[in-house]
């Protein structure tokens, strides 16, 4: 079964990096996934696509702070030079014939 | 500009019927892989249906048989026609392009969905 899990929440101080993980059920480690950031009180945002390669495509006008990488069946997105605007949930999503997954989201409070 | 505008949230009674609209500009629907997801309040994401760029759908158990995606391709709208409607349907719901190998890269503002009595 299709699954991705994500800690439920993470920290870090303005200015600071931080690194979000995703990760993928076991026997998937080839399937790449995509991020996406919500705001408060907004609606879902494409960050970019993270490869099984571990590259990434980043959508239109995402700054350059946030990137993405993987080890094994994890998928990760950094978002370095924290923001006050960055403070969101994080949800990672993935696909396979038939379905589409989210992870449970992570919400990422900047101190 | 390439955007997805939903339409057709509201309060509808248990048992009930909606159907919600997604407009898109920028793109070709018919083209395209096309999504609808939700959000329950203070929930995360959960994706409800797909059509296909052939016409085909996908529908998870969650709203199998009661929910239909389609679209029309001289408006270039998506639909959502949601039956037989419980207090647990209660969600935003959002429209998404749902592309083959980047995930869902476009979405709606979402429109709210409030199933009650």
């Known amino acids: 079964q299709l699954v991705l899990t994500q800690s439920p929440s993470a920290s870090a101080s303005l200015g600071a990096s931080v690194k979000l993980t995703c990760t993928l059920s076991?026997?998937?480690?080839?399937?790449?996934i995509a991020w996406h950031q919500q705001q408060p009180e907004k609606g879902p945002r494409y960050l970019m696509t993270?490869?099984?390669?571990?590259?990434?495509n980043k959508g239109d006008g995402i700054p350059d702070r946030f990137s993405g990488s993987i080890s094994d069946t994890e998928r990760y997105l950094t978002i370095s030079s924290l923001q006050s605007e960055d403070e969101a949930d994080y949800y990672c999503q993935t696909w396979d014939t038939g379905i589409r997954v989210f992870g449970g989201g992570t919400k990422l409070t900047v101190l | 500009e390439v955007q997805l505008v939903e339409i057709g949230g509201g309060l509808v009674q248990p048992g009930g019927s909606l159907r919600l609209s997604c407009a898109a500009s920028?793109?070709?629907?018919?083209?395209?892989?096309m999504s609808w997801v939700r959000q329950a309040p203070g929930k995360g994401l959960e994706w409800i249906s797909v059509i296909y760029s052939g016409g085909s759908t996908d529908y998870p158990d969650s709203v199998k048989g009661r929910f239909t995606i389609s679209r029309d391709n001289s408006k270039n709208t998506l639909y959502l026609q949601m039956n037989s409607l419980r207090v647990e349907d209660t969600a935003v719901y959002y429209c998404?392009?749902?592309?083959?190998?980047?995930?869902?890269?476009?979405w709606g503002q979402g429109t709210m969905v409030t199933v009650s009595s």
């Open positions: 998404a392009r749902d592309t083959v190998s980047d995930g869902f890269d476009i």
């Open positions: 076991s026997g998937h480690s080839t399937y790449a």
């Open positions: 993270v490869n099984s390669d571990g590259s990434h």
């Open positions: 920028g793109f070709i629907v018919n083209n395209n892989y």
